[in-house]
């Protein structure tokens, strides 16, 4: 015991001495957290459109004030033609046009999106019909009718009423950090012992490999920890994302998460001999499918199902599952009962496969 | 007859041979050397005496426990220091040693005595980081990290490569005081001159052991006449010495070319007419006593 909190500490002040270590440690963390907040995000703010006004009369004039109230549209210019606004669109000065026709003509007012980006569209299609279809003066004019859509459905946004990014990109973070960390961190730092030859010393002495193994694991894993206090903290105070569920559930699971990360850290270690194969290794066969395969940027159901049965096996797509449960729904423990048992599976898994193929010897 | 006792062991990478049918008999309390140049085996045969690797043939045991059965406790009672640099570089000298004292479940303080003359050398600096110390001081605490459990076999892969030759000096003063502490240690070295400071010693090249004996003995092992030629063009000399009826084998060692003579019709007289024949002047002939070096080309040759 005395040996393994030695071991320990000296991780420590080999990460903490490391200023390179230090800051994929504690900074990309924040860094990514605040870039997935704020920059990379899908909600639309202050869409540019263009009214084509051929009625000229106060329902417009409300129409447009009402529109510009929200915070999803700006107006940028009343137009004249439709060829005029055919121009904006083209030069993308605008992404969508509400054309209100003469009054002694048929009363609809057409709405017309650059579906360009289709996510986007469809946003701003269901914003602006929201929008007018509800706008009493529409409402107290009933010759007057929307062209798209036919049939308005009555929307309720459960869970995240102001559909914020947030919501589905705190729980991606922390899936990707934790990997990051774990993972990418443990391997790299068993290879760099191998490279640097003091593995060779190491197994030559009374030091269980068992153990090496497991006291190189540990200062990580305290590290993510703090971690994942760090980023529930930015996200409910920064980004606005509550943890409507248990705290402690949400926090044992991401613990479960992160050990599976670690063992999948091991495992790499034991197949690369240098610490850029290590760092290659966790890149590619580790974060990309973080990042495509978990549901983290693109939903997992509009996928081809060679790649819907892959996900399976991303731990990150499960663990993102049980914290959108816990954290923005707000289920009880029961609701994860699958997702924790996977990952506990691939835990055990990972740990007997990568201590199996640990070498106690050098080749 | 404990210490170290090696039997036909080889070992193959890939399609490299690097050991060939290699046998010693290393005995307690010696202070055996294997000399050889770069990749005559030294550091495969290292690395199976301390179990972190399987000879493809043959059996090998450290203290009478085998390396292939008994490796968890051989790690307990070797002592290893590899051949590159292998402490942690962000960790200081203190911290170092402290860390495999831990390791190896004892102090600093238990087995201070043992490490005390060498460490006295690197303790001004102990707070220094070991990535920032000279090479020697590198060797030193490296050294001191390895004696720090006290073992019964030390092996030290290389210890002086890249070392100045006052530390070399050194390091060799601190080995015998640790022979004379019993405990067996097996040093390799590339370096030629430092064979005398050994019991016995074993020339290796290309996987094999060559010769085993007392650096005195594998001296007067060499039985033809040894000469050393000085000349103005030292260049073409060589060239033209091997070409000489009389001659053996010549080799350029430092400030002199070492020439064996095949026997002993040939003399010095009938080498310097030669010469002169050749048009050199400055010529200068005598007869040395062989050193391990020349030993060692000899048994290339005849490889």
């Not at chain 1, 800051?23 to 997935?36: M, N, R, T």
């Not at chain 2, 004892?106 to 490490?115: A, F, G, Q, S």
């Not at chain 2, 303790?123 to 920032?132: D, L, P, Q, W």
Request: net charge neutral; charged share 20%.
């Amino acid at each position: 015991m005395k040996q393994f909190i030695s071991f320990i500490r000296k991780e420590f002040y080999h990460i903490f001495r490391d200023v390179r270590t230090m800051i994929i440690l504690l900074v990309i963390p924040i860094v990514l957290i605040i870039l997935f907040g704020y920059a990379i995000t899908t909600e639309i703010k202050s869409s540019p459109f263009a009214v084509l006004d051929y009625r000229r009369d106060d329902v417009t004039a409300k129409l447009i004030e009402q529109l510009q109230a929200s915070e999803y549209f700006e107006l940028y210019k009343i137009v004249d033609s439709y060829d005029e606004a055919e121009t904006l669109f083209r030069q993308g000065k605008i992404r969508m046009l509400v054309s209100a026709p003469q009054p002694s003509k048929e009363g609809v007012i057409g709405i017309e999106v650059d579906a360009t980006d289709p996510n986007e569209a469809t946003a701003l299609l269901q914003y602006a019909t929201a929008i007018i279809s509800t706008s009493d003066i529409v409402m107290r004019n009933p010759d007057i009718q929307i062209a798209q859509p036919g049939i308005m459905p009555t929307v309720n946004l459960l869970y995240n009423p102001q559909m914020k990014g947030a919501y589905n990109f705190v729980p991606g973070v922390m899936g990707l950090i934790l990997m990051l960390i774990c993972a990418m961190m443990t391997s790299v730092g068993i290879v760099r012992e191998k490279e640097l030859g003091t593995m060779e010393v190491l197994l030559v002495s009374p030091f269980k490999p068992v153990y090496i193994v497991l006291a190189k694991a540990t200062p990580y894993l305290l590290l993510s920890v703090i971690n994942i206090i760090t980023i529930l903290l930015l996200s409910r105070f920064l980004l606005g994302v509550p943890i409507v569920g248990s705290f402690t559930l949400l926090f044992s699971v991401s613990i479960l998460y992160a050990l599976v990360s670690l063992c999948l850290g091991l495992l790499i270690s034991t197949i690369a001999d240098t610490q850029q194969a290590a760092m290659l290794i966790s890149g590619m066969a580790l974060m990309l499918p973080v990042i495509l395969l978990s549901g983290m940027v693109f939903p997992i159901e509009n996928m081809p199902w060679i790649l819907q049965l892959f996900a399976n096996i991303v731990p990150a797509k499960w663990y993102i599952i049980a914290v959108k449960n816990i954290m923005i729904k707000g289920l009880p423990a029961e609701a994860i009962l699958k997702e924790s048992g996977i990952l506990l599976f691939m835990a055990l898994f990972l740990t007997v496969v990568s201590v199996k193929r640990f070498k106690i010897r050098l080749e | 007859m404990l210490g170290v006792q090696i039997a036909h062991i080889t070992k193959t990478y890939r399609d490299i041979q690097a050991l060939h049918d290699v046998s010693l008999s290393i005995g307690e309390g010696e202070l055996f050397g294997l000399i050889g140049p770069d990749g005559a085996g030294k550091t495969t045969l290292f690395r199976i005496l301390t179990t972190l690797i399987l000879p493809d043939g043959g059996s090998a045991s450290v203290c009478g426990l085998d390396v292939v059965k008994d490796w968890k406790e051989i790690r307990k009672r070797v002592g290893y220091m590899p051949g590159r640099f292998s402490l942690y570089q962000y960790l200081s000298v203190e911290e170092n040693l402290t860390f495999f004292a831990t390791v190896f479940h004892t102090t600093v303080k238990e087995n201070y005595d043992l490490i005390r003359d060498i460490y006295v050398q690197i303790e001004t600096f102990k707070k220094r980081r070991a990535g920032k110390l000279s090479g020697g001081m590198k060797q030193k605490l490296a050294l001191c990290c390895a004696l720090i459990h006290r073992p019964d076999v030390l092996f030290l892969d290389e210890p002086t490569t890249g070392v100045d030759p006052v530390s070399r000096v050194e390091f060799w003063n601190i080995l015998d005081r640790l022979k004379k502490q019993g405990i067996t240690i097996l040093v390799s070295t590339p370096y030629m001159d430092e064979a005398s400071r050994c019991d016995r010693i074993s020339l290796m090249r290309s996987g094999k052991c060559l010769s085993i004996d007392t650096p005195d003995n594998i001296r007067k092992s060499f039985k033809k006449p040894l000469l050393a030629v000085q000349a103005d063009n030292m260049y073409t000399l060589l060239r033209d010495v091997r070409k000489w009826t009389g001659t053996y084998s010549c080799y350029a060692f430092g400030d002199s070319h070492h020439l064996t003579l095949k026997d002993d019709t040939s003399n010095t007289g009938m080498l310097k007419s030669y010469l002169e024949g050749k048009g050199y002047h400055k010529i200068l002939i005598k007869a040395i006593e062989p050193s391990v070096e020349d030993c060692f080309m000899e048994l290339g040759d005849n490889v």
